[in-house]
């Protein structure tokens, strides 16, 4: 709920037009404060108080949180919608691996490889999980520094810490300290303890509560102390549940504008399922519904993989089609005499194609032809894949400098740019007109690249 | 600041429509409220829904995991229709795929003598979709629904380019139809307008086309959630129909869910799980492991 221009200015000083903001009248500068396009301290005259109380207006409905150190920091909160369709999520959850101190040695070394080696390249961009959360629960709490100590010398990751007892908690934090842990969890029951062994290190801090409303309290309690790197757990005991604390608490942040409900979520799908195929829909679930760390109680390539691309659905922009570059690029290893075909650079479009074309397991160069990602068909309706643009584009790609043939593939379903695209080649191209859709390269393409290779 | 909990109400009401006839029927739809949000003011009659999906032909292309619950029966469209009663579906959902020009162009008599035989050998509604083939599917859903007179099947997908057609035989011959049309909110109002001038909308089910996991899922998803949002929330008659997510066929097209079982099951789920968050009423799957495991995920303890 974003604050009024009309009442910042209330709290400006507005008797003269000093101009010393910058901005010719006080209204000018509240509204360039609503906007986000200015900030609080260009105003000199504005007394302490009255500064606090705009920075708070001022701040985002949902803060920002940092968890972890370096490259590795992973930045949650500060989301502005409820609904992705209304603008877009902004910060992903943060996927995070579990380890118990009650795991053997191997358990532990196994969990902080996977931390370490598992991504997936997926279009473009490279995808992995982010942050170990490691757990209290042997009852001996020198094993526990033992496994702080070991994860925080083998890894660089940001790491959640879950003890329910504080002294292990706080002394597990100052051995860490230094990567930003989140220490989870602070209750009714230890918050008073808590607040000056938070303050001697501060570093986020997790709230676990018996429901939303038990949260505001506590949430309120600690920004009195000055402690807002804060992160929520309304404690739900059942998936169903889980869904609507999540609900009231990101409605009660962007819709009531209520401020001690805005902090991002943590959610334990370890917790709440007990196999490992339900624990990862589970955690598809919490995607969907805007938790910011969702915790695993272990998981493989394969199991890993969906719930990477799932995050990786859900937080795309989509007001931006998902683009790639404009330029040929090559699958398998062609040579002269491979097929070339050419489309347009939307992400799911070329991956379509590459992925098609990859499965015929025929060496193929494909021409990714800059539609500002739109696909074939709304590309050539839009103008943005007439035949004489992508003339000009196959020309100047090198293209013609990797094949000796000259035949190019287009999409079926742009047959009708043929002639104009042969005509912008100079006629020395001949233009195939392929399939339709992508489904049927897996007939098409061996059988031209026999013929191209019976020519050469 | 007092904490009060923001439940919301709303005033549109998605159609109750119901599918198939006396013990063999369904209800789908006739909520007032957005996706298990049980906790606003409201309520849903008829939890989501889900369908199984077998093809009038032996599938070209699917994996070994994929096959393995149906080994005996996947040569049988017959007995493949009734063994997905094992798994507790609320329907089966014929693909009549082998009536597709590009595959076998399979003759419509054919199809629906097929159809009608499937429909009455099982105890749950039959969902039947053509080819998508808009002149072939003109030819052979008119035939289907004429062949299975007064069935209720839910027929699709009625397209822009067809629904005169295929929507007329679907509502003279008793059954309820899908209305389907590509990833666009305007595209499938205007499909529902067209389509309602002749054809009751307590009949109409939408397809928005779902895409799955890592291959354009945000696209259904969000949609599915503007449909359902502009039907419950804005009252848009011509939304405010149930929406149907046939999603199993698009999620195992994907190579990761080809190339192995664990990682297809969680495919073909998480698509189904995220589609019903956004909306879906009636969900049709492909693989049994993955149905129950979307199902029971709601249920985790």
Redesign the interface.
Known sequence: MPVAGSEIVKMLPGKKPCKDCGYPTCFAFAMKLASGGATVDKCPYLSDEVKAKLLDLLAPPIRLVTIGSGDNAVKIGNEEVI???EKTFVHSPAITLLISDKEDDAGVEGKIQKIKELEFP?VGVNLKPDLLALHFESGDKDRFMALVKKVHEATDVGLVLISEDMDALFAARDICADRQPLVYPITKESIEAAIPRIKANPTPVGLRAEG??AL?PLT?RLKDEGIEDLVLDPGS????DA??DQ??IR??AL??G????GYPTIAFPCF??KDS??E???G??FI??WASVIVFSDFDG??L???L??R???Y?D?RFPMAVEEKYYEVGAPDESSPVLVTTNWA?TY??VS?AVE?TKVPAYICVKDAEGLGVLTAWAAGKFSGDMVGTFVKKSGIEDRVKHRKIIIPGKVARIKGELEDALNLEWEVIIGPRET??IAAFLPAHAKELKGKS | ?E????V?AYAGVVREVTIGTGRKSLKIGGENILP????DEGSNPNPARFALEIIDMQPPDWPKHAVEPFQDVISDPVKWARRCQDFTVDAVSIYLMSTDP?VKDAPADKAAALTREIAEGIDVPLIVYGSGDEVKDAEVLPRVAEVCEGMNLLIGPVLKENYEAVGKAIMDHGHTAIAQSPLDINLLKELNVKLGKFFPPERIVIDPLSSA??????YS???I??VK?IGIITKDSMTMMPIIANLGGECW?A??AKE?K??G???E??TA??LL??GANLLVLRHPESLS??K??????
Do not use: C
Request: aromatic share 12%.
């Open positions: 609904y992705r369709h997926w939303v409303d505001v309120t005991k059942h998936l169903l869904i609507r609900t009231f409605r009660a819709k009531q209520f401020r001690p409900l709440l399922a195929l339900k990862m829909m589970a598809s679930v969907n519904k394969h199991s993989l969906p719930i691309v799932q990786l659905n859900i795309t989509p799911l991956f379509l992925s499965a489904t049927g | 600041m904490y009060k909990a923001p919301e298990l949000h049980f906790f590009a996991l890592g291959y354009g899922m945000e998803f969000s949609l959630e503007r949002q097209k190579k990761q192995n664990e990682q099951l969680l495919w789920g998480m799980l995220s968050l956004a495991l979307t029971e995920t709601l249920e985790v303890k």
